[in-house]
């Protein structure tokens, strides 16, 4: 049975991913526990307005249909003292005696959209994984490297809290689709390059991850910008990403280039993609895979026959969570 269809009711027999999803969203709601501030193991509620989360799925408001003992939840935790309403995160904990693996979940969006209330890894935490969903500063708010030193801000902030949370502070996995696999991905290959570290939160540990799954996301933004065919929509992306043309970012698209930074040491990636994606076009990932493998890094690159740029089914996301079992369980 799928990590998504043991949130199904047990008479529910080929219950639909759609419906799957909406449960696992619907349980989002009850994260409404205050946190700690980031790098105190206790802090005071946060007794602002988006200490509630707001959900909605097909444009239409998600209200809890069901409670879940196997996790509790811990809304909006700043990971970065005194940062704004973006540099928040989500996080979802088993109940267990011993120190848990971690999956963070990176939203995509383009950069310029998304929320960590979308959290398709959430059916890992009823498997004994706590899970985060974090959210990062969109293009409205910073240009590129903002993104990168949130996400890498979020790993440290964890890492540094793991005995407050109950997490094993060496095995943190992530987990992210386009704009936020491009971030997954970038974490995983950068480890503690000092200049994509940024100023943010919390030095004294590590940004280091353990596992990366990567859906999708642009991995050499210097081929993809120039030689590979561009929709408009993407060529827009990029623009505001970086804050103008591609042919006068060339520093910048390299620097934010995962595949930029691999090495020997860089965590296993599982890789998914599809060979009909418009928008980011297979080969990106392709690129990676073979530099990581050429490293001799830990690597499986999963081509999904005629898909795009979507998610993909459950038997994919079985593929997911028997990828974390072996990275971060063993």
Request: hydrophobic share 40%; glycine share 8%.
């Amino acid at each position: 049975m799928s990590i998504r269809q043991r949130l199904c009711h047990p008479a529910s027999v080929g219950f639909s991913l759609n419906s799957a999803i909406k449960l696992a969203l619907a349980t989002l709601a009850l994260c409404l526990i205050a946190a700690p501030q980031e790098g105190t193991a206790h802090g005071a509620a946060d007794s602002s307005a988006d200490t509630r989360i707001a959900l909605s799925f097909n444009k239409k408001t998600v209200r809890p249909t069901q409670k879940t003992e196997s996790y509790r939840c811990l809304s909006n935790i700043p990971y970065v003292r005194g940062g704004n309403r973006a540099q928040k995160l989500d996080l979802y904990l088993p109940k267990s005696l011993k120190p848990t693996p971690l999956v963070v979940f990176i939203h995509g969006g383009g950069w310029y959209e998304g929320d960590k209330s979308s959290v398709p890894p959430l059916p890992l935490a009823e498997q004994g994984y706590a899970v985060a969903s974090i959210n990062y500063r969109l293009v409205d708010q910073a240009i590129w490297p903002a993104q990168i030193h949130d996400a890498k801000a979020a790993i440290r902030y964890l890492r540094s809290n793991a005995s407050s949370y109950n997490i094993d502070p060496n095995r943190i996995g992530v987990w992210g689709m386009s704009a936020g696999a491009h971030l997954a991905a970038l974490l995983g290959t950068s480890g503690d390059v000092p200049v994509l570290e940024g100023k943010l939160g919390l030095h004294s540990v590590s940004s280091r991850v353990q596992a990366v799954v990567d859906w999708y996301g642009p991995t050499d933004f210097a081929s993809i910008g120039n030689g590979e065919s561009l929709t408009d929509h993407a060529r827009g992306m990029l623009e505001r990403f970086f804050g103008g043309p591609m042919s006068q970012r060339k520093e910048a698209a390299y620097a934010a280039s995962p595949v930029s930074y691999v090495s020997s040491d860089d965590p296993p990636f599982l890789l998914m993609h599809g060979d009909k994606d418009t928008l980011v076009p297979v080969s990106q990932s392709q690129q990676l895979n073979s530099l990581l493998m050429a490293a001799g890094v830990k690597t499986d690159l999963i081509i999904v026959q005629g898909a795009g740029h979507r998610m993909f089914d459950d038997s994919f996301f079985r593929k997911v969570e028997l990828f974390f079992d072996q990275t971060l369980k063993q």
